[in-house]
């Protein structure tokens, strides 16, 4: 897979260089390269199980590189999957398939919050991977977006889906919010490593910072290093107060009875003898990504630079800091330049309105970029969707502002509403690449071109 340049393009990202930079990006972390890169030695019999947003091309990768006996595959889109590996999407109810058949089943999810088709595809999950000796092998493939595809709760589900939408709106980041996931769930936290008698191979494409493997789609495979205390200091520190003012205390007494409850709902830990039997191998990230943005970008004779790599806080705090840099740099700098940032920031919801973090990352630099000529702040999601939105991101220049006003919109209006969706829409600066296929956190760049 190749990303087509012209994907990133908007009205004021036209510079085929600047398409080139970020394409660069993405075609260094595309799944089924890192997968057949990354494949060790597999003896005996081999299955495969494939979990998240990446997990149509990873598995279509394990499949021209071993063969299977059986495979299972996970995912939000079905849109490149190849039908000389997968049944049709609509086979989520369908019985699991015998070991001579070719096809492989694909069951679509819901993300960000889990849906009944998410707790269905956690109970197949978990069926099949019980069916396996100890002498069969498991190709785990995990990618981000898994912990809300695939699980098998505690607790009911509407009530999951009430403390996974009121944790997203709190600003609680992502490792928080799946501590509190990998102790209310049979599949997360070791949880598939424990159901299972085979030798496990995971391949990890990691969508969080520092890829601890706790935290991508809450480590199935993986030890976790937390525990329900910790869970309820999260639980504690972010919806006790909010869930009282808004009449949810049902909610937060049935989660924390469960996190109370009996050791059965302890995760596995490092020393459990469960994970003598598995590898868990990070195969791509966000610093892969950042630095064929930087190759690319010194091939495009920019002078170039990471900032970071584990960017976070509130996303419009962060788009503020990003542009005061990008200003601060004009001085120091020659033109063109390109500085790179990448990790994943947070919203703390104020308002009804409709964006992503990318987009409100880069709304809230439109002030600080005005009237700054030749200068751009670029701010997308990997995986080509910020937020429940179809835009990866959006693009802030110093005319932002000045053509906002024009059309009867005010940056400060819209970032007080969270709306910062129609804001890029109307200047025609949503980037819109579609699902990628891939998913390792969000870039950030900060270009100042000739003059």
């Keep these: 897979m190749r990303m087509d340049v012209n994907r990133f393009a908007t009205r004021s990202l036209n510079d085929p260089r600047i398409l080139r930079i970020l394409s660069a990006a993405l075609n260094a972390v595309d799944p089924c390269r890192a997968v057949k890169n990354f494949l060790p030695k597999i003896d005996g019999s081999a299955y495969g199980l494939a979990i998240g947003k990446a997990a149509v091309p990873m598995l279509t990768a394990l499949a021209d590189s071993i063969p299977l006996v059986d495979a299972l595959v996970i995912s939000k889109h079905a849109s490149s999957a190849s039908t000389s590996v997968f049944v049709s999407a609509v086979a989520s109810l369908r019985p699991p398939l015998s070991a001579d058949v070719d096809r492989f089943p694909l069951l ?24 396996l000796k100890e002498d069969d092998t498991l190709v785990c493939l995990i990618s981000g977006g898994g912990s809300a595809l695939m699980t098998a709760p505690l607790i009911p589900l509407d009530e999951l889906q009430s403390l996974t939408a009121s944790l997203l709106a709190s600003g609680a980041t992502i490792n928080e919010i799946n501590t509190i996931r990998r102790h209310l769930d049979r599949v997360k936290g070791g949880g598939l490593a424990r159901a299972t008698k085979a030798k496990i ?3 990890i494409l990691s969508d969080v910072i520092g890829n601890p493997l706790e935290a991508i789609a809450s480590g199935p495979t993986a030890p976790d290093p937390t525990t329900r205390e910790d869970a309820l200091l999260i639980l504690e520190k972010y919806l006790t107060t909010e869930s009282r003012r808004h009449g949810d205390s049902q909610l937060l007494n049935s989660v924390t009875q469960c996190l109370r409850g009996s050791n059965e709902t302890e995760t596995p830990k490092l020393d459990d003898k469960i994970f003598s039997r598995v590898q868990n191998i990070i195969i791509g990230d966000n610093k892969l990504a950042a630095v064929a943005a930087l190759e690319q970008a010194q091939r495009e004779r920019f002078d170039s630079e990471i900032l970071t790599n584990e960017l976070q806080g509130e996303a419009r705090d962060v788009g503020i800091m990003l542009a005061k840099k990008l200003r601060d740099e004009l001085a120091k700098r020659p033109r063109p330049f390109c500085l790179i940032a990448g990790g994943e920031t947070t919203v703390t919801i104020r308002g009804n309105g409709k964006g992503g973090r990318n987009q409100e990352l880069a709304l809230a630099a439109v002030n600080e970029l005005r009237d700054f000529p030749n200068v751009m702040l670029i701010a997308l999601a990997t995986d080509g969707e910020d937020g429940p939105t179809d835009a990866a991101g959006a693009v802030a220049t110093g005319e932002s502002a000045r053509r906002a006003e024009s059309l009867g919109l005010s940056e400060a209006d819209s970032l007080s509403r969270n709306d910062s969706y129609p804001f890029f829409e109307s200047l025609g600066d949503l980037i819109r690449t579609h699902p990628t296929g891939t998913n390792v956190n969000d870039l950030a760049f900060l270009f100042a071109l000739g003059g």
């Design 108 to 131: 679509l999810s819901g993300h960000p919050i889990p849906d009944a088709r998410s707790v269905h595809a956690g109970e197949r999950a978990l069926e099949f991977v019980s069916s």
């Design 201 to 203: 191979v995971s391949l």
